[in-house]
T-cell receptor, first 116, second 114 residues
Framework: GAVVSQHPSRVICKSGTSVKIECRSLDFQATTMFWYRQFPKQSLMLMAT?????????EQGVEKDKFLINHASLTLSTLTVTSAHPEDSSFYICSASGTYEQETQYFGPGTRLLVL | AQSVTQLGSHVSVSEGALVLLRCNYS??????LFWYVQYPNQGLQLLLKYTSAATLVKGINGFEAEFKKSETSFHLTKPSAHMSDAAEYFCAVSEGRGYQKVTFGTGTKLQVIP
């Protein structure tokens, strides 16, 4: 149980384009989803927390107009990197927690974004 | 505020040897503690968690961790390392029931030498 998927697993795009990453909870209802960014050989940096049906809460220093998060259903959240630039290249990981086990986050496999 | 310190960014052990990955935490309230493992280019997999029940927690793949309040520690151990254990391990802390935000340590890369 508690499986989280992400799509795509890898994406390469040109500078200035937008990229959408999907995060889905496959076998449970995710009331809260989290989006992280991980730089090479570093820990995870929380970008934002989203609760189903409400606006995401962004961490300090994260541009909400740059990283658009939508959590329209209990099984799907999306992260859109708008007008991507090479410095946005990174590993993006989502996680989800459900109503019965709020304290535990289950992670997706991650999305490698490369902006040329 | 809560924080996690993982001692040793790299740990090397021989195959079959004891694995010990250290984690110390700081929390103003009784914490929930987690260990996650990350294989290259993958997300994080939950190994085990402490949620204020038994202080010795058993997880997947033969790993276990012991919560020691007096030492504010939650070290991860495995009696005998396997080559497949080579990965990055993250310790994390949250402020307990109902608190969803977790704080991650900087990670420890485990190398297993044949």
């Amino acid at each position: 149980g508690a499986v989280v998927s992400q799509h795509p697993s890898r994406v390469i795009c040109k500078s200035g384009t937008s990229v959408k990453i999907e995060c889905r909870s496959l076998d449970f209802q995710a009331t809260t989803m989290f989006w992280y960014r991980q730089f090479p050989k570093q820990s995870l940096m929380l970008m934002a927390t989203s609760n189903e049906g409400s606006k995401a809460t962004y961490e300090q220093g994260v541009e909400k107009d740059k990283f658009l998060i939508n959590h329209a259903s209990l099984t799907l959240s999306t992260l859109t990197v708008t007008s991507a630039h090479p410095e946005d290249s990174s590993f993006y990981i989502c996680s989800a927690s459900g109503t019965y086990e709020q304290e535990t986050q289950y992670f997706g496999p991650g999305t490698r974004l490369l902006v040329l | 505020a809560q924080s996690v310190t993982q001692l040793g960014s790299h740990v090397s052990v021989s195959e079959g040897a004891l694995v010990l990955l250290r984690c110390n935490y700081s929390s103003s309230v009784p914490p929930y503690l987690f260990w996650y493992v990350q294989y290259p280019n993958q997300g994080l997999q939950l190994l085990l968690k402490y949620t204020s029940a038994a202080t010795l927690v058993k997880g997947i793949n033969g790993f276990e961790a012991e919560f020691k309040k007096s030492e504010t520690s939650f070290h991860l151990t495995k009696p005998s390392a396997h080559m497949s254990d080579a990965a990055e391990y993250f310790c994390a802390v949250s402020e307990g029931r109902g608190y969803q935000k977790v704080t991650f340590g900087t990670g420890t890369k485990l190398q297993v030498i044949p």
